[in-house]
């Protein structure tokens, strides 16, 4: 499933077909294309980023489509939000918690590869305050090495 940190496309891809399938949704065209969009992605795109990019495919979809495709997907653990000031980005290809690294100066979001402290630090908030962890996102503000060095003056995604 993963290969060198990431995660294999084409696995994601099917493994989000099967989800959708096991819930009785429709595979239409759409969605997925969407899906397929999620699975290759090595970006965290958010919403309006995807439905840009699928209409140029197909001029008919809808915003609605896809946010009901990612709603869906992310009930499925299939898709990673990442709440964000800005706004929700999504990760299709690292549906799993892992810190994320976001740039306050191009908005850039890097995937850090380390999920072992956040692991840890589920345990220790269960141990510590007996609540148990659901969900947890890592999200980490700051200046990437592009920006440092004065490499990048527009904005990622």
């Known amino acids: 499933m993963i290969i060198n940190n990431k995660t294999d496309p084409e696995l994601r891809y099917q493994m989000m077909i099967d989800k959708l399938k096991s819930r009785d949704c429709r595979l239409t065209s759409h969605r997925l294309a969407l899906l397929r969009l999620l699975a290759v992605s090595n970006g965290h795109p958010n919403a309006a980023q995807l439905y840009e990019e699928l209409q140029k495919q197909f001029p008919t979809i809808s915003l609605a489509t896809v946010y009901k495709t990612l709603a869906l997907l992310k009930e499925e653990g299939e898709v990673l939000e990442i709440e964000l000031h800005s706004g929700s980005r999504f990760d299709g290809n690292k549906p799993f918690p892992h810190p994320h690294l976001i740039c306050n100066h191009c908005q850039k979001v890097i995937d850090g590869d380390d999920i072992s402290f956040i692991n840890n630090a589920n345990q ?10 659901d969900q947890s996102q890592m999200v980490f503000y700051g200046i990437c090495r592009e920006c440092q060095s004065g490499q990048v003056d527009h904005v990622h995604m």
Not at 125 to 133: E, L, S, T
């Open 124 to 133: 220790e908030i269960q141990k510590r305050y007996n609540f148990q962890v």
